[in-house]
């Protein structure tokens, strides 16, 4: 089993990005960044990491056995969850029954275990770490105990080609809808995002990218966890199909080196 790649560098970001475009100056992203502000690489941090090592080998066992894929493929045609690949249903069923999830709270900053450059081939395995838990929407947020809604983490999928990277540690992101032929709304993860800008906190950030030597997995890609980011600005805009969408500028966090 293929094990976590770990990326060489270490991820830090370039200068800050003092003013937002209405003109307002733009704090970077700190304070607490993890709810036991856990110091990065200690103990329970390798074990952390042991773990989630151990349920993506699990994880990748289970998709390569074809008596059990068969088995889910038929639950995925004729259950209720029929709009989930086989792959994210065995994420969602068989790992999470058996108790091989690692990091299972939704959090605000770095997930225990993990650090910058790890790959995973498919957005299950995002679920089984704790990076991003959501299988479909490329926003994930928590709801606080007040009510309000703070954004986790993002994903480019390249699925609505919803990122425009200006740069390797700043990058513009379009918001989420439900229907391309209407005006997006600011609710959901797009508003999670701006309340994040407004309380300066910070997002994790998965990318896409293409990887030939994915394809004895049946793909050509792998999902790569960025690091933090910060929401710094938000706009609206016509979108190519004319109808009005919301773009995030976002950039490397300070803090966001793990």
Known sequence: MAALRQKLGNGKS???????????????????????????????????????????????ELLDNKQLLKKLWQEHENGRNSGLKVH?????????????????SKQIGPISGTKIGDHFYWRGELSIVGLHHEFQRGIDYMKLINGKILAT??????????????????????GEGDNPNKDQKLVRGNLAL???????????????????????????????????????????ERGKFGKEIYKFLLRKCEEGDR
């Open 14 to 60: 370039s200068s800050k990005l003092n003013r937002a475009k209405d003109g307002k100056r733009v704090i970077p992203c700190k304070g607490l960044f993890r709810d036991d502000k856990e110091k990065p690489f200690t103990a329970k941090w390798y074990e952390t990491r042991r773990n989630i090592k151990q349920a993506l080998s699990f994880y990748r």
């Open 88 to 104: 994210i249903r065995a994420a969602k069923v068989v790992v999470r029954t058996m108790g091989k999830w690692v990091n299972t």
């Open 153 to 174: 983490s993002i994903v480019d999928s390249g699925r609505y080609h919803n990122v425009d990277e200006i740069c390797s540690d700043k990058l513009a992101y379009c």
């Open 194 to 236: 701006k309340n994040n800008m407004d309380d300066k906190m910070p997002v994790r950030v998965i990318r896409k990218v293409n990887d030939d030597g994915s394809g004895d997995r049946g793909c050509n890609y792998k999902f790569v966890y960025d690091g933090l980011f910060c929401v710094t600005e938000y706009w609206k």
